[in-house]
């Protein structure tokens, strides 16, 4: 039996969502329904369809009260939705259903895992959010919470570690049946740890230990750990907040983490052998991943920054917060290598391909324009001429508007730049990366839709994302060398 608070938000949902024409949302993005979106949460596929559930505050367009919301699809780009799968509406989580995951029972339903938040008034006079997780059951479209809530608690997490800082469950299920989940959590001196846990059943949970611990090297608290194996390595995704810049390889504030190593099932230890950031544009968080029927990992962020949320087109939106554009996974020489699921190319129409074009100065092209585009670069130096001193591409482009991506080839860094695209506000508007490239010669490919873009570089190296809000009529694109290019160009119109 649904609750009203839960029917209260379903009822609002459906209306609000009648007011928010296709138009105005990403076209093959997933966008909340209503309202707010924030973290990617409950990544599956079952009943033949993935599920994504998120963040969600249907009521306004900032975050509140937290919900799950809820979409289907059957390629990963077109997205239907359903009803909110959970309302705050129990004791144990009052003050909001946090992030959590999804895994398939023995008999067919679906388990979802979520943090329960309930805030309680301090000595200080302040509030703290009191963390636990709980679980809810349901048919991919209705489902009822656990009457034993919550099924971890304070007393289930080592000693010293912060009751307030302990979310974000990851679950799955082992080969021998039993289950097993991650969670975000502060250790005694406050610094990130993930907490192992397992389960016969995936009800009844009991802590196993500490499966890795950040010790004050990347930011302070991880949240929205993922974690799994991805050709013959294992993969921890984390999302760890008040970072430090590293070099090009880590951003200030909240970023996206991988560690790459071998876990050892046996004594359930995991060896970091490498680590990276996951996204270097401005704009993605919280990843979570699906393994697909056929066998791939696919990955999905929150494409938004905490640091940028006030960036937006006005404030009276009826929407605000979209998912990246689903990406397949793998580990190539220690690397985690990323690319869009192959599903976009079936969306590829009305392709337009130049070789060798000569670039010195700007240049624009027939056939090339549009905010929901495919574009795939080869940047290389003229044959017979120096090394040239900066490349870059300007798209959502009109005489008032452009973003831009530049590639200075003697520094070995690509920037992602935004500052002309409409904004008011003097936030993040740039991100710099260091990518390898050889003498000169770069591969991108670029994703364009309405409100965003996404960058892969050298077959999926590196990817940056950003958000962008430039108005729609500003669609052309641009190139431009300082010194001389010979590019080649391959576009697509996304349909």
Known sequence: MTSQTLREARKYEEASE???????RPAFHLSTRTGWMNDPNGFSWYNGKYHLFYQYNPYESHWGPMHWGHAVSGDLLHWEYLPAALAPDEAYDRDGCFSGNAVTLPDGRQLLMYTGVVRERLESGGCSEVQTQCLAVGDGTDYVKYANNPVLNEKDIPEGSSRFDFRDPKIWQEEDGSYRCIAGNRDAEGSGQILLFSSPDGFGWKYEKVLAANKDRFGKMWECPDFFPLDGKWVLLVSPQDMLPSGFEYHNGNGTLCLIGDYDKETEAFTEEANQ??????????????????????????MQNWDTCNHRRRHDEPWFGQMSLPRELSVKNG?????????????????VAY????????VKLDGIKGRRVDMELTIRPEEGCDLYRKFAVRFAQNDAYHTSLSFRPGESVLKVDRKFSGSRRAIIHQRRSRVNHDGGILKLRIVLDRFSAEVFVNDGEQALS??????????????????????????????
Not at 18 to 24: A, F, G, V
Not at 355 to 362: P, Q, R
């Open 335 to 351: 690397r985690l290598i990323q690319n869009p699921v192959r599903e976009l190319e079936e969306m590829r129409r009305n392709r």
């Open 18 to 24: 009648k007011m928010i024409s296709p138009e105005e």
């Open 277 to 302: 950031a996951v996204d270097y544009g401005i704009d993605f968080y919280a990843p979570q991943t699906v393994l697909t029927p056929d066998g791939r990992r696919v990955m999905i962020g929150w």
């Open 466 to 495: 950003a958000v962008l809000y430039t108005e729609q009529k500003a669609d052309g694109i641009s190139f431009i060398a300082d010194g001389t290019v010979s590019l080649d160009v391959v576009k697509y119109d996304l349909m």
């Open 355 to 362: 070789e060798k074009v000569t670039v010195s100065g700007a």
